[in-house]
């Protein structure tokens, strides 16, 4: 197997867990306020497609991006309306969601399709001037790549070491006990929904504007799944929602080489990996209290009188 | 639902029992209808012309409304599967990957026993329907009961690698000669027979069948006292000495079994051949239409004929005002998000039945 095969292997494992990461982070931030959003594939459904909308429109996919960001905001919002000032049941209303998003992307998708975008502008990796292009051209990354280990680190520093943070965790873990020291819960969940959505956009917005470049209905193919199941396997901790993503796209990887090098071993097998895996860890860790979910994670707060 | 119970006067009248039901029903799908109607409008269709057209399509002919039934029966199963365990407390969201795992398994005996007479192969294919769909609940209720894991996070997380077995077995293995992308037709003997000369098949009555044994099961029977007892008060139930765990991973299988026989009847009944995607999500429609009709039976039986007349009307929309198929989604969304928003009745209607 050559360099080449190897780097580019690489290259596109960095490319398609970007979008991961992001919606990975997203939901790490809901649930830590003790919302599960199953309807995480909806919310990247509506955003993938409007970014590209926008992108096309305005031929400019900065705007694009930012359009697909607070899409996946505004969407979230329309779910908090309903578990939040309704108490609807969480996995209903996510799941509602769901069918939502694969509605109405397709409606916003539908002119859009086959179209030609300007994706996001792609720079060179500092430092690779020396090397030969064939193998540099690999490592031309687009901004949002660049900034996603940034954010997850912004995100960890927002949870863990703000005011802002402690309450939102304070909420997923005891709604009851945060109303009674002076905080909103109603309002932090809605801040993390709207955190989270606006998160989950910047992935969509990446895959369909910087990395696949086209829009197709259907077209995140259960990512917003696998991001819940990675938010479980990093114990719903942004840090370690890098290890998760690392692991998902190293099993996409090793898919690719395994390709390359010409071993025939079926891709189903591989694409059951990370789910087979978050399983795993579920089960090794059997119900330890320590690190796991938020306690309030899925259940409706009534509202404290 | 059962806060809704437990404030009524103990004498409920015939009005509140079917007129309020009925009327919530019925301004659920108009508010629905409306919403939808602003997006036919933005993209420029006639929502007068377009409501004709899908109600037309699946009331105005004999052959629309068989479609509608048809479509009715794998949702029917998947509803049951989530209604039946939600009795005890437990939540089972993996209505998907258990119909998927009875679907593989039926495909499995119709493959291999392809050359038994019919009377034979159907029962044998309906029994493994029923344990592949058992097994995939097996796991997440075992994990449970042993209190390792939820099972919501479980049963969802085996969604996911359901579909993925349907795919490797398909392209790996089962796939025709010509097609690598589905199996071979099942032979005759392999499919359920159907009725009236439409594509209603035998599937529809075990659904209803099921539907009704629920109901008997859970109001007429100890086992149902006992699930209810479990579902209402956990420790309670231990004290009295009902055995939770037990109970649990039966009343789990058999669910798991239920939604697999809806596998099944997909396969055998309406496909008459394994597909790897052959569920566009009737799990997940039939957890949020147990969820929204509050597990009970009458609900869940006008819940599932109102989301398999969206969906069966949006394959005649596509067809006739070229909008995508995926756009009725959106009708059934709206209708999702209006029972999830409870909004209150008018006046009226309350002051009718206080």
Same mark, same amino acid.
């Given at each position: 197997?050559?360099?080449?095969?190897?780097?580019?292997?690489?290259?596109?494992?960095?490319?398609?867990?970007?979008?991961?990461?992001?919606?990975?982070?997203?939901?790490?931030?809901?649930?830590?306020?003790? #919302?599960?959003?199953?309807? !995480?594939?909806?919310?990247?459904?509506? @955003?993938?497609?409007?970014?590209?909308?926008? #992108?096309?429109? #305005?031929?400019?996919?900065?705007?694009?991006?930012?359009?697909?960001?607070?899409?996946?905001?505004?969407?979230?919002?329309?779910? &908090?309306?309903?578990?939040?000032?309704?108490?609807?049941?969480? !996995?209903?209303?996510?799941?509602?969601?769901?069918?939502?998003?694969? &509605?109405?992307?397709?409606?916003?998708?539908?002119?859009?399709?086959?179209?030609?975008? @300007?994706?996001?502008?792609?720079?060179?990796?500092?430092?690779?001037?020396?090397?030969?292009?064939?193998?540099?051209?690999?490592?031309?990354?687009?901004?949002?790549?660049?900034?996603?280990?940034?954010?997850?680190?912004?995100?960890? %520093?927002?949870?863990?070491?703000?005011?802002?943070?402690?309450?939102?965790?304070?909420?997923?873990?005891?709604?009851?006990?945060?109303?009674?020291? &002076?905080?909103?819960?109603?309002?932090?969940?809605?801040?993390?929904?709207?955190?989270?959505?606006?998160?989950?956009?910047?992935?969509?917005?990446?895959? @369909?504007?910087?990395?696949?470049?086209?829009?197709?209905?259907?077209?995140?193919?259960?990512?917003?799944?696998?991001?819940?199941?990675?938010?479980?396997?990093?114990? %719903?901790?942004?840090?370690?929602?890098?290890?998760?993503?690392?692991?998902?796209?190293?099993?996409?990887?090793?898919?690719?080489?395994?390709?390359?090098?010409?071993?025939?071993?079926?891709?189903?097998?591989?694409?059951?990996?990370?789910?087979?895996?978050?399983?795993?860890?579920?089960?090794?860790?059997?119900? #330890?209290?320590?690190?796991?979910?938020?306690?309030?994670?899925?259940?409706?707060?009534?509202?404290?009188? | 639902?059962?806060?809704?119970?437990?404030?009524?006067?103990?004498?409920?009248?015939?009005?509140?029992?079917?007129?309020?039901?009925?009327?919530?029903?019925?301004?659920?799908?108009?508010?629905?209808?409306?919403?939808?109607?602003?997006?036919?409008?933005?993209?420029?269709?006639?929502?007068?012309?377009?409501?004709?057209?899908?109600?037309?399509?699946?009331?105005?002919?004999?052959?629309?409304?068989?479609?509608?039934?048809?479509?009715?029966?794998?949702?029917?199963?998947?509803?049951?599967?989530?209604?039946?365990?939600?009795?005890?407390?437990?939540?089972?969201?993996?209505?998907?990957?258990?119909?998927?795992?009875?679907?593989?398994?039926?495909?499995?005996?119709?493959?291999?026993?392809?050359?038994?007479?019919?009377? /034979?192969?159907?029962?044998?294919?309906?029994?493994?329907?029923?344990?592949?769909?058992?097994?995939?609940?097996?796991?997440?209720?075992?994990?449970?009961?042993?209190?390792?894991?939820?099972?919501?996070?479980?049963?969802?997380?085996?969604?996911?690698?359901?579909?993925?077995?349907?795919?490797?077995?398909?392209?790996?293995?089962?796939?025709?000669?010509?097609?690598?992308?589905?199996?071979?037709?099942?032979?005759?003997?392999?499919?359920?027979?159907?009725?009236?000369?439409?594509?209603?098949?035998?599937?529809?009555?075990?659904?209803?069948?099921?539907?009704?044994?629920?109901?008997?099961?859970?109001?007429?029977?100890?086992?149902?006292?006992?699930?209810?007892?479990?579902?209402?008060?956990?420790?309670?139930?231990?004290?009295?000495?009902?055995?939770?765990?037990?109970?649990?991973?039966?009343?789990?299988?058999?669910?798991?079994?239920?939604?697999?026989?809806?596998?099944?009847?997909?396969?055998?009944?309406?496909?008459?051949?394994? /597909?790897?995607?052959?569920?566009?999500?009737?799990?997940?429609?039939?957890?949020?239409?147990?969820?929204?009709?509050?597990?009970?039976?009458?609900?869940?039986?006008?819940?599932?004929?109102?989301?398999?007349?969206?969906?069966?009307?949006?394959?005649?929309?596509?067809?006739?005002?070229?909008?995508?198929?995926?756009?009725?989604?959106?009708?059934?969304?709206?209708?999702?998000?209006?029972?999830?928003?409870?909004?209150?009745?008018?006046?009226?209607?309350?002051?009718?039945?206080?």
């Amino acid at each position: 197997m050559s360099l080449l095969a190897l780097l580019g292997v690489l290259s596109s494992t960095i490319f398609s867990g970007t979008s991961l990461l992001y919606a990975t982070l997203g939901e790490v931030v809901t649930e830590r306020s003790g #919302t599960v959003n199953l309807g !995480l594939e909806g919310v990247l459904l509506i @955003s993938a497609a409007t970014g590209y909308g926008v #992108t096309i429109l #305005t031929e400019n996919p900065f705007l694009g991006v930012l359009a697909a960001a607070l899409t996946g905001a505004l969407v979230n919002i329309v779910f &908090g309306y309903l578990i939040v000032i309704r108490k609807a049941n969480q !996995l209903a209303a996510g799941l509602a969601v769901m069918f939502f998003g694969y &509605g109405l992307s397709a409606l916003i998708g539908k002119p859009f399709v086959g179209k030609m975008i @300007s994706s996001l502008p792609r720079y060179m990796l500092p430092g690779l001037g020396e090397v030969p292009l064939r193998y540099s051209s690999l490592f031309k990354f687009d901004l949002l790549i660049y900034l996603v280990i940034p954010i997850t680190l912004l995100i960890w %520093w927002l949870l863990y070491r703000t005011r802002w943070g402690l309450g939102l965790r304070a909420v997923g873990e005891n709604a009851e006990t945060a109303y009674a020291s &002076g905080r909103n819960p109603g309002l932090i969940k809605f801040q993390a929904l709207i955190v989270g959505g606006f998160l989950a956009g910047l992935g969509a917005a990446h895959l @369909s504007i910087a990395f696949t470049m086209n829009w197709a209905e259907y077209m995140t193919g259960g990512r917003g799944f696998i991001a819940i199941a990675l938010v479980i396997f990093s114990k %719903w901790h942004p840090i370690r929602a890098i290890a998760g993503v690392i692991v998902f796209s190293g099993a996409v990887a090793f898919q690719l080489l395994l390709q390359v090098s010409g071993v025939n071993i079926s891709p189903f097998i591989l694409d059951m990996i990370p789910y087979v895996l978050t399983i795993a860890v579920l089960l090794i860790w059997g119900g #330890t209290r320590k690190h796991s979910a938020p306690a309030m994670l899925g259940r409706v707060y009534q509202g404290t009188e | 639902m059962t806060q809704f119970v437990s404030t009524q006067p103990k004498k409920i009248s015939l009005q509140s029992k079917f007129l309020l039901p009925l009327a919530r029903y019925g301004l659920t799908i108009l508010l629905a209808l409306l919403l939808f109607a602003g997006i036919l409008i933005i993209t420029g269709k006639n929502p007068i012309v377009s409501y004709r057209d899908l109600f037309g399509a699946t009331f105005g002919s004999a052959y629309g409304f068989s479609e509608v039934i048809v479509a009715m029966i794998p949702i029917l199963l998947t509803a049951l599967a989530v209604a039946l365990p939600s009795r005890i407390g437990m939540i089972n969201v993996g209505g998907e990957g258990q119909l998927y795992l009875g679907g593989i398994a039926a495909t499995f005996a119709a493959l291999a026993f392809k050359d038994f007479p019919g009377w /034979i192969l159907l029962p044998l294919m309906v029994l493994m329907g029923f344990l592949g769909g058992a097994l995939w609940a097996f796991l997440p209720a075992f994990f449970r009961s042993i209190g390792l894991v939820n099972e919501t996070i479980t049963t969802l997380l085996l969604n996911m690698i359901a579909p993925k077995i349907a795919g490797l077995l398909v392209f790996g293995f089962w796939h025709s000669p010509r097609e690598t992308n589905m199996t071979p037709n099942f032979v005759e003997a392999a499919r359920l027979p159907t009725f009236f000369g439409t594509r209603i098949h035998l599937g529809i009555v075990f659904g209803l069948v099921l539907l009704a044994l629920y109901w008997f099961v859970m109001k007429r029977t100890r086992w149902g006292l006992e699930m209810r007892a479990i579902g209402g008060n956990v420790q309670a139930a231990r004290r009295n000495g009902i055995p939770v765990a037990k109970t649990m991973l039966i009343v789990f299988c058999i669910s798991g079994g239920i939604a697999g026989l809806g596998g099944m009847a997909q396969v055998s009944g309406f496909y008459g051949l394994l /597909i790897p995607n052959f569920s566009p999500g009737y799990g997940y429609m039939g957890f949020l239409i147990s969820w929204l009709a509050g597990g009970d039976p009458l609900g869940i039986l006008l819940m599932t004929f109102m989301v398999s007349v969206i969906l069966t009307g949006g394959n005649m929309l596509q067809i006739t005002i070229g909008i995508p198929y995926a756009v009725i989604n959106l009708l059934l969304a709206f209708t999702l998000f209006v029972v999830l928003a409870r909004p209150s009745l008018p006046k009226i209607l309350k002051g009718k039945t206080a």
